[in-house]
């Protein structure tokens, strides 16, 4: 069976707001189709996604650190983001 | 109107920044906030520019003054940085340090880095956020420069990074597609490598740098002539040497001296010109009828501009005089040559061993160094500019 990793998550949020998140962090897509009012919503969803402190796991696997796929279920439960969307890289 | 943000630390950063804030500051109806970190408030301010820093925002918070407290103990104080800014800068970056590592993962990076772990982006998300610009202008440096070039692709603002010299250890992510919408180099080396490690050809500009466009002031010929009169150069060959401290070897830049000496018994017309790094200090060489010395209170440019060769291991002094067309011969054996690679950018003649600088200054006299291809100086902050219109 073929190892796949997860490489970014969409999620979409009031207003037709689509964010993505990958290792490099937030981000809004297309802001340019975005009105004023749904692109300042955009932004302080992306602030808040930022802060975002991830508990450690429990023991044994406190030392490891969350992976994105588990960061991302805990962000779309914080900021009740609705999960559209997720890209993986074939690892062969 | 148009509402810029400019992001930059001390030194050669804010250097890079100032002509253009300067210009978008004189423009009508233009508003430019510039958020100065560490040491550039007090450069900013010194030009005349209304600064703000991390602790003027809405950004600190119990954890980050609690982290920031207590890492501002540890610091010999500057008194070019408040306190209270420190507190903010360190405390933010931390504080974004243990939202991404947590508490222990924070404590190990910062044990082992120290402030090479910061990489602020929550911070400087809701810097942007609160400051509302249309446009974010920074460097290619990292920490906070690198935070706000990538949180203000988060939050879909366009913005610039200005690269001071050669990107090499900031390719990592200034060659990343998405680090910064524009990214303006100072010459076209800097952004064939950027191209071919990933970035797009419309993205990335060659303008020079900005600090350097007073390199094209059109006086700087009559400058150096009347150097050369009043330091009684006329007829003599100038070998500019500026020389640097070398921290993994202290006599290295002596050893490169000595070589240099070496080769004025070539010419009698030969006058080796001494220019130590500030930081530099030691017994320079007396002078005599074939060295002389140079300090601060000499005009660079103007002593570069008469030189009729530059050596020097890595000074940014080595750019500004192949900018200002002069042969420029690099002693490549200092532990910092891999981060300013003159040689291999075809600024200069590189200089392998001590024994190569005689014959690579011989060819610097002869005029067998050809010009390197670098934009003339003078247009850097236009050029910037230019990109920077363009995004808005």
Sequence with gaps: ?92 | MPHVLAVAYGGGHINALLPVIERLRARPGWRVTVLALTTAAATGVARGIPVVGLRDLPVEDADSRRHGQRLVEGLAANPLVPEAESIAYLGCSYRDLVTAEGEAGAARRYAAEGRAAFLPRPTLVRAITHLHPDLVLSTSAPRAERAALEAAGSLGVPSVCVVDLFALSEEAWVGQVGFATRVCVPMPGVRDRLLTVGRRPEEVVVTGNPVFDRLGDPDLRLRAEALRQARGWSGRRVILWASQPESQDPQLPRRVEAALLATLAADPTRLLVIRPHPNDQYDLPPEGPQVAHSTRADDLAATLALAEVVVTMTSTVGLEAALLGRPVVTFDGSANTPFAPYSRMGISRGAATLDDLAPAVDDALAGRIPAPNLPPPGGATDAVLRVLDGLL
């Design chain 1, 1 to 92: 069976m073929k190892k796949r990793t997860l490489t970014m998550v969409e999620f979409e949020a009031a207003g037709d707001i689509l964010l993505e998140f990958d290792d490099d962090g937030w981000r809004i897509q297309k802001p340019r189709n975005l009105g004023v009012k749904a692109l300042a919503a955009a932004r302080a969803l992306v602030e808040k996604a930022e802060a975002i402190k991830y508990a450690p796991l429990p023991p044994p696997n406190h030392d490891r650190e969350l992976t994105l796929e588990e960061k991302s279920v805990i962000a779309a439960k914080v900021l009740k983001l609705r999960l559209t969307r997720r890209s993986f890289r074939n690892d062969g």
